[in-house]
């Protein structure tokens, strides 16, 4: 999978209008630690998600964690594009993203949370 950049991202958007509530299936996750980067891959399913916005990843119905995307990129590969969610991690936090097992989910982004 190559990932690039494109100045095109920090304004993506895609089926729906902003007053949507931005969600994101996830296909794949994986990381980049020259970059120290946690990539979160996928689609987006309605709204506009833009670099500084929020996504939101369920434990379980209960509890939920929220990490700041970085920056949106592209991944090629076989058959299509993704877009990328990248979150800046630290090993610690990498690891933590990657013990998640995130994929074939579906995550809200907003404008808030912690981090």
Request: proline letters at 3%.
């Amino acid at each position: 999978m190559a990932v690039g950049k494109d100045p095109a991202a920090a304004q993506l958007s895609t089926l729906g209008h902003s007053e949507l509530m931005p969600t994101f299936h996830v296909k794949d996750t994986f990381e980049i630690p020259d970059r120290k980067l946690f990539v979160i891959a996928g689609s987006i399913v309605e709204g506009e998600i833009r670099a500084g916005m929020f996504v939101h990843i369920a434990f379980n119905s209960a509890f939920a964690t929220a990490v700041r995307i970085h920056s949106i990129e592209f991944a090629r590969r076989q058959g299509g594009e993704d877009v990328c969610l990248c979150i800046e991690a630290a090993p610690e936090l990498a690891e933590f993203m990657r013990d998640l097992n995130i994929g074939d989910e579906t995550c809200e982004v907003t404008t808030d949370g912690s981090e």
